[in-house]
């Protein structure tokens, strides 16, 4: 993942003591609202030329530009912090612009909320169920409502019954 961190103070917060004091859902959520989604950024496109993309909007805190974490080559969308608020709204007005002869899609940055996943498909609904098909009561495939043993797979050898 490269980042630039860049704080009004004039020091460079190190990654170190982000690390040692990590934020809290609160202070995570607030830099949420400041901050924008920028999707089908050039895979040559650095932190800088971001920052300089969106200088007009308002104060920069961070850029962050998401890499796939086996190969190291970035995904094609970045993450912009600004300072305040109000910033989100100039840059989402540079949704549809051109970075890098690609047209770039602006979208406030949405927040993960804890416990709720968009992955998550849930575990066996209505009548599905692990050993018996689609049936309610565990039946083959097309016959949904018989009872009792039905038919899955190859037959049963009998001691009378020789194929060859």
């Known amino acids: 993942m490269l980042q630039t961190d860049r704080y009004p103070s004039g020091h460079d917060k190190s990654l170190l003591s982000t690390a040692l004091f990590p934020l809290t859902t609160k202070e995570?959520?607030?830099a949420d609202q400041r901050s924008i989604y920028v999707g089908n950024v050039d895979y040559g496109g650095t932190a800088e030329e971001l920052e300089s993309h969106f200088?007009?909007?308002?104060?920069?805190n961070r850029v962050t530009?998401?890499?796939d974490k086996f190969s190291g080559h970035p995904k094609g969308y970045a993450y912009i912090e600004f300072e305040e608020q109000s910033s989100v709204k100039a840059a989402v007005e540079l949704d549809e612009s051109v970075f890098r002869g690609r047209v770039i899609k602006v979208l406030p940055k949405r927040t993960n909320m804890p416990g709720i996943s968009s992955t998550d498909r849930g575990g066996?609904?209505?009548?599905?169920h692990a050993r018996g098909g689609l049936?309610?009561?565990g039946g083959f495939y097309g016959h949904p409502?018989?009872?009792g043993r039905t038919y899955r797979g190859r037959a049963r050898l009998q001691p009378w019954y020789f194929p060859y």
């Open 28 to 30: 995570k959520m607030e």
């Open 55 to 60: 200088n007009s909007c308002g104060q920069i």
């Open 65 to 67: 530009i998401l890499c």
């Open 124 to 128: 066996y609904r209505g009548y599905f």
């Open 135 to 137: 049936g309610r009561w």
């Open 145 to 147: 409502r018989v009872r």
